[in-house]
């Protein structure tokens, strides 16, 4: 997926987050956006996922040459954020199969091979409000990895995760990544290691 920011500026209250943004995430790239706390890369995305509006300018987005819509947008992407919630009254397996009711899974997987992607195969019958904190990352990381998208969100993807989950999702994120746009918020350089530019979003410039 291409996205073609226009003069986006995002104000809160009184206070201008960003102005005048102008910038074109390429289709196929990954792109790390790193910046202080409370710099803006979660405002940046929740903007992009059409989850909080933008005061003024324009978002446009093309997948494969067509142009998408804002009202649809939602079916070409997936997220992992540490700010949304899971179903916790549900199972794992339940979860899986009420979130693969409405997403395609990567083309090659199904709901097994999803669980013992996750490495999360043994607790398929513990409540997600059970689940350990890292747990429930890894949980948000896969059915975001394993859902067919185009764009892939990750905001903080390494909160929670100890050493070995961070290698798991690294190794997986370099198999099943695919030829999706990447966006992955984050100031952990281990977070991005895959990425192939960086942004500031304190000026909006690639310094990587
Ligand atoms: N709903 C809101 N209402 C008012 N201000 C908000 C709201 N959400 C975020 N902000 C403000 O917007 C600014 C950017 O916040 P944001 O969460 O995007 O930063 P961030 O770069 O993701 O920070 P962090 O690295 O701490 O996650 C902050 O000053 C924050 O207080």
Redesign the pocket.
């Known amino acids: 997926m291409e996205i073609i920011l226009e003069n986006i500026s995002k104000k809160?209250?009184s206070?201008w987050?960003f102005r005048n943004i102008d910038f074109h995430f390429e289709a196929k790239t990954k792109y790390a956006l790193i910046?202080h706390?409370?710099?803006?890369?979660?405002?940046l995305l929740d903007i992009i996922m059409g989850k909080i509006p933008y005061t003024k300018g324009k978002i446009s987005y093309q997948v494969n040459g067509n142009i998408v819509g804002i009202d649809s947008i939602y079916k070409h992407l997936s997220v992992a954020t540490t700010s949304m919630s899971l179903i916790e009254e549900f199972t794992l397996e339940e979860i899986l199969q009420f979130h693969f009711r409405f997403r395609n899974i990567v083309k090659g997987l199904n709901q097994e091979d999803v669980l013992d992607l996750m490495e999360l195969g043994k607790e398929k019958k513990k409540f997600i409000s059970n689940f350990s904190s890292g747990m429930k990352q890894r949980l948000k990381i896969g059915l975001a990895l394993f859902t067919d998208s185009s764009l892939l969100i990750f905001d903080?993807p390494g909160a929670n995760l100890d050493l070995k989950s961070k290698q798991w999702f690294q190794t997986l994120l370099a198999k099943y990544l695919n030829d999706r746009t990447l966006l992955i918020?984050s100031?952990d350089a281990e977070d991005y290691q895959i990425c192939d530019h960086i942004m500031d979003?304190e000026d909006f410039k690639l310094v990587g």
């Open positions: 809160y209250g206070q987050i910046g706390n409370g710099a803006g890369k979660s405002t903080e918020a100031n979003i």
